[in-house]
């Protein structure tokens, strides 16, 4: 089968990652230095924004697994266990009524 529940839109959130690294690598280039049009200057974001760029890249990955890994489920490739043992592993266990309340977890 290989997936397909999401008509493969997650893709869209690595191209996302993407592009934020793209922008955090051109960050200083000054605004006479163009390489290529896709390129030509950088946006001088300071650092505390180029840390928190580079957690959305991170998160923006890790989502991007865990929504593959229920599309596969969903999918009949891999099992739905397979898809809770990952989304536990990130999101911790379910504290009570499951859909309201779920353990803490660093995305929010």
Not at 54 to 62: C, M, P, W, Y
Request: hydrophobic fraction near 30%.
């Amino acid at each position: 089968m290989s997936g397909g529940h999401f008509g493969y839109s997650q893709v869209y959130l690595e191209d996302i990652a993407r592009q934020i690294e793209k922008d955090i690598r051109y960050n200083n280039k000054a605004p006479d230095t163009c390489e290529d049009l896709d390129h030509c200057y950088g946006y001088q974001h300071d650092e505390k924004t180029l840390w928190y760029l580079k957690k959305i890249v991170e998160d923006l990955r890790l989502i991007a697994n865990l929504v593959q890994k229920y599309d596969y489920a969903v999918s009949g490739d891999t099992s739905i266990e397979e898809f809770v043992k990952m989304a536990r592993n990130v999101y911790g266990e379910p504290v009570s009524d499951v859909g309201e309340k779920v353990a803490r977890s660093r995305i929010r």
